[in-house]
């Protein structure tokens, strides 16, 4: 076997992180890269030696690519699935997967249909600090796992983003862009969630650009930009999470898990790695118990997803997981708007823990 073949659809500020980490795998190879303006396909080709660039055509025509990953934003992200699927292709899309269930679940069917694959971000759930803290949770540590708690708030990204309006808009807004990172964490450490409610404010109808050639530009926000969430996961488990871009304060990457026995702080969910600490019943410190550290970060995803299919068994990172999540933000929406809890309808199954010897950086095809 050789390595799997791999197209980038989306030249944008993602791309970098994507293509460095996936020129490094042995067991990809990044052939084209394609975007609605060409000259930005070129420029990332040029940059990073890809020898096929233009528009998105020209990574879906591209014979050797077997993997399209789509990094457009998220309005246009299942258009471009849809696409990649109909021209045969295997799909890896940023979060998140779908703006709504009916298009989320139209994706899945015809995937389904077409016998290709779906994945999606964040994978940042394959990294050594998440995988090292479920194995610590499941094998005791804390007690039986109770309850949950995540935080993150910033004043928002227009301050250092060049082009920033889109995360305020339809598809994003502090729960759609942060939360899957949160959200996706609890599901791997709880389950599926089973009901939401939540609760929504946004202090500015508009906001300015702060850096970049559209510095000082205003653009309309028009998604909440502070969300407060609860969720009660099928296990009967519940967690609490504040998503917001409205605080003058940073703070993130808090996810700390409660058990009977102990409290667990997992790392940042919006990274691959970091210390794990105990706080054990009766105890007055935090204890570090594990130090991770990931050899990789955006593309581990698209990297499993290959070795899956090479090895005909399932992957990790599937759009099942990411269309549930979808399915949870889009209740957890649905409840700010009407003020009551709302049931949410799909379920998934939650993988494995990746091998011990799971290493990026070996050929294995």
């Known amino acids: 076997m050789s390595s799997v073949g791999v197209g980038v659809i989306g030249a944008g500020v993602i791309s970098d992180a994507y293509i460095k980490s996936m020129q490094s795998f042995p067991d990809l190879k990044v052939h084209a890269i394609g975007d609605l303006r060409p000259e930005a396909a070129k420029e990332k080709a040029e940059q990073y030696g890809i020898e096929t660039h233009g528009g998105p055509e020209a990574v879906l025509n591209h014979p050797d690519v077997e993997i399209v990953v789509n990094l457009t934003i998220p309005i246009a992200h299942v258009e471009v699935a849809l696409a990649a699927v109909a021209a045969g292709k295997h799909v890896w899309s940023e979060k998140p997967f779908s703006l709504d269930q009916d298009s989320g679940l139209k994706l899945l069917a015809t995937a389904q249909d077409a016998g290709v694959r779906l994945g999606c971000a964040p994978d940042t759930i394959l990294g050594p600090g998440l995988q090292e803290s479920r194995r610590i949770i499941e094998r005791g540590d804390i007690g039986q796992p109770m309850t949950a708690l995540t935080l993150m708030q910033s004043p928002g990204p227009e301050s250092w983003h060049p082009n920033p309006a889109f995360l305020f808009q339809d598809g994003a807004g502090p729960l759609w862009d942060i939360g899957p990172y949160y959200l996706t964490t609890l599901v791997q450490l709880f389950g599926p969630v089973a009901a939401v ?19 000082g530009t205003d653009f309309d926000v028009t998604v909440p930009t502070h969300v407060s969430a609860i969720a009660r996961f099928e296990s009967g488990q519940s967690s609490q999470s504040i998503f917001s871009f409205d605080s003058p304060l940073s703070r993130g990457g808090f996810v700390e898990i409660t058990g009977a026995d102990a409290t667990l702080a997992v790392p940042d969910p919006n990274g691959f790695d970091g210390a794990i600490k105990i706080r054990r019943r009766g105890t007055d410190d935090w204890e570090t118990i594990a130090e991770t550290k990931a050899v990789a970060q955006r593309g581990t995803g698209v990297l499993e997803m290959a070795r899956a299919i090479r090895a005909d068994r399932p992957h990790r990172a599937t759009g099942a997981l990411a269309f549930h999540i979808v399915d949870v933000m889009a209740s957890i929406t649905d409840s700010i708007d009407t003020g009551a809890f709302v049931d949410v309808n799909s379920t998934v199954e939650v993988a494995a823990i990746l091998p011990d010897d799971w290493d990026v950086t070996a050929a294995t095809l």
């Open 197 to 215: 409610a939540g609760i929504g404010s946004k202090s500015r109808e508009k906001r300015t650009i702060g850096s970049g050639p559209l510095a």
